[in-house]
């Protein structure tokens, strides 16, 4: 028998030697002496999650100076740019997912998986408490306790659906494997259903009606690709009921893919109304029933207005867990939307916990702070004021360190700051401005309340995981040697540079061999071009040789021969 002790950091194990055993109970037994005992100083690592974030910290962590735990519901990791392609049958569902087990034995660090849900965070006495998967375990869900040295929270986040009546148990989601899954069957179903000789044409075309909640890039790519299912594949073997099919996209917004350049809104727009999907903006869901979708009409004087559908997929953005809300109520953060924490990513309010991926942002207050110290200081002469080029060299400066910064003027589409402090003013014709100090924290508390926080994507949790990883891998060689690079704010020295995403680009397919790209350096690119970059970014991001593989032969039977639209 092997059991693990820790005890002040210390892993100690001790090997209980069984002499003898009777009548089902241990009668006897040794113990090493402590020189013999096994003694580690490894930190335990507790990893909660296995999606981006996690997996690409687990992938990046080579240090054999720690003890990982990966705790998970889910045992594979999903590439969930792809799921959108799952809904209609482009590609299948375990062409996209791998086994975490099969990365982690590729590592030299010591990592046990263990399928269960974490339900509770106990940071003052480290501490998770979590429960095992139902299907996994013989008598209903265990529940057991796992400490930890550094706690790494990747858990991702809910669907949000802003408490609207029936969603939840009208709607399908499309977050998980399972949702995508579940959205090819019902697809199938309503034709299906549609085509039976008792149904009325009425019932036919409310049954044929898809409506999509939320003009967002996961709304607006699964309008297109069932778009391209319904007609390349699904006209053709119902041919008597092609002409009901319906797809309505409903926006609260004035556009759908806000968060793109205006090109590409306004390039998706107009494609979506060339090939017949119908884009609703100004739609606000507010009540959504077995039949029937009430929106509120925002540019119609808030009119009620009754849709009836087939199936409806709500897709409006992501919320927070709520064994994270508990969590951030424990740790005084409970008025935020995320998990916040530092440019190193440690939770505020916590020590050794990190946060990184669609649970966690960057505490933006803080960084908004730092942005007024920053012009206080260029602002040499004390005068209040900065003139043009000054403003505009300290504009560059904030934006290297603060992508997100840069991220928001982009979305509005404006320069820098100047462009904010005139659209405040309402001087937005005069071309100079004299920059007014106390003005700017003014249009600066405007971009604090609307600015997004880093954009939640697979993009950004990979790349905090490998960084953090990074950090892990050289924890030990710089507590030897604590001087690291200089903070850049407030005083004292820290051990690594802050985190800093780079922004790569994104894609949003459109449906019919086309998508739109927007690269960095605003290079807008919409077309079959970039269709093609599309195809090679996904292939090449793939995590394994498997999926890579899986993903292309998927492509390659779908073009040979259409998706299959059988009902399994
Ligand atoms: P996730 O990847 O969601 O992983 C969360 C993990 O935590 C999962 O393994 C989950 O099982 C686990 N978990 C959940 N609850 C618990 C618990 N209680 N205890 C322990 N573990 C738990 N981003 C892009 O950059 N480009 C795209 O093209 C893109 N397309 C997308 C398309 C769709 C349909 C969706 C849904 C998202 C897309 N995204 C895209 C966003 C991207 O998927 C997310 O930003 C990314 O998954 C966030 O990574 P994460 O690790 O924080 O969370």
Not at 15 to 35: K, R
Not at 212 to 226: C, D, K, M, N, R
Not at 362 to 376: C, G, P, S
Not at 391 to 405: G, H, L
């Amino acid at each position: 028998l092997s059991r693990t002790f820790r005890d002040n950091h210390r892993t100690v194990k001790l090997v209980l030697l069984c002499t003898a055993v009777s009548g089902g109970g241990i009668v006897a037994y040794g113990e090493l002496a402590p020189s013999e005992a096994v003694v580690t100083d490894r930190k335990k690592v507790v990893v909660l999650g296995t999606g981006w974030a996690a997996t690409s910290f687990m992938k990046n962590l080579d240090s054999p100076k720690y003890e990982v735990q990966v705790i998970s519901p889910r045992n594979y990791f999903a590439f969930t740019p792809l799921l959108p392609s799952v809904t209609c049958g482009t590609v299948e569902a375990r062409s996209i997912v791998e086994p975490v087990r099969n990365i982690f034995r590729k590592k030299k660090v010591d990592v046990q998986f263990s399928e269960a849900e974490c339900f509770k965070i106990d940071a003052e006495n480290r501490k998770v408490y979590c429960r095992s998967n139902a299907n996994n375990s013989l008598n209903g869900k265990e529940e057991f306790v796992v400490d930890y040295d550094y706690l790494i929270i990747g858990v991702g986040a809910n669907v949000n659906t802003f408490n609207t009546p029936g969603v939840v148990e009208n709607c399908h989601f499309l977050k998980e494997v399972e949702d995508a899954q579940k959205i090819r069957r019902t697809v199938i179903d309503c034709f299906e259903r549609a085509n039976l000789p008792e149904v009325s044409e009425e019932e036919k075309k409310r049954i044929l009606h898809f409506a999509i909640v939320g003009g967002g890039p996961t709304g607006v790519e699964f309008a297109a690709s069932l778009h391209d299912f319904v007609n390349e594949d699904l006209v053709r073997l119902y041919p008597g009921i092609k002409d009901l099919v319906k797809i309505t996209v409903l926006e609260a917004g004035d556009h759908i893919l806000s968060m793109f350049d205006k090109r590409i809104t306004a390039f998706a727009e107009d494609k979506f109304h060339r090939t017949g999907i119908d884009v609703k903006t100004g739609s606000m869901v507010v009540k959504v029933s077995e039949k029937e979708i009430s929106t509120k009409e925002l540019k119609n004087g808030g009119n009620i207005t009754t849709i009836p559908y087939g199936m409806a997929v709500w897709s409006t953005g992501i919320g927070t867990r709520p064994f994270i809300k508990d969590f951030m109520s424990q740790i005084g953060q409970a008025s935020r939307r995320a998990l916040a924490t530092d440019e190193w990513l440690r939770v505020e309010g916590c020590n050794n916990v990190y946060a990184l991926g669609d649970c966690a942002t960057i505490n933006q207050r803080k960084v908004m702070k730092d942005i007024a110290a920053i012009f206080k200081k260029a602002d040499k002469h004390n005068s209040g004021t900065l003139m043009v080029k000054e403003f505009q060299d300290v504009m560059k400066d904030i934006c290297v360190r603060y992508p997100q910064v840069e991220l928001y003027l982009k979305s509005k589409q404006m320069r820098n700051i100047a462009d904010l402090l005139k659209e405040a003013r309402g001087d937005v014709k005069k071309e100079t401005v004299e920059l007014n100090i106390d003005e700017l924290k003014t249009a600066l508390s405007k971009v604090d309340s609307q600015m997004k926080f880093l954009p939640a994507t697979a993009q950004v949790a990979s790349q905090q995981g490998i960084y953090l990883a990074k950090c892990f891998n050289r924890m030990e060689e710089c507590e030897k040697n604590p001087e690291g690079p200089l903070r850049f704010r407030g005083e004292g020295r820290h051990r690594f540079n802050p985190f800093r995403y780079k922004h790569l680009g994104q894609f949003a397919p459109l449906g019919g061999e086309q998508t739109a790209a927007q690269l960095p350096g605003d290079w807008v690119s919409i077309g079959h071009s970039s269709q093609w970059l599309w195809y090679s970014v996904y292939a090449s991001k793939q995590v394994s040789w498997r999926t890579r593989a899986l993903v292309v032969t998927d492509w390659t039977r779908r073009f040979i021969f259409g998706r299959d639209s059988s009902r399994i």
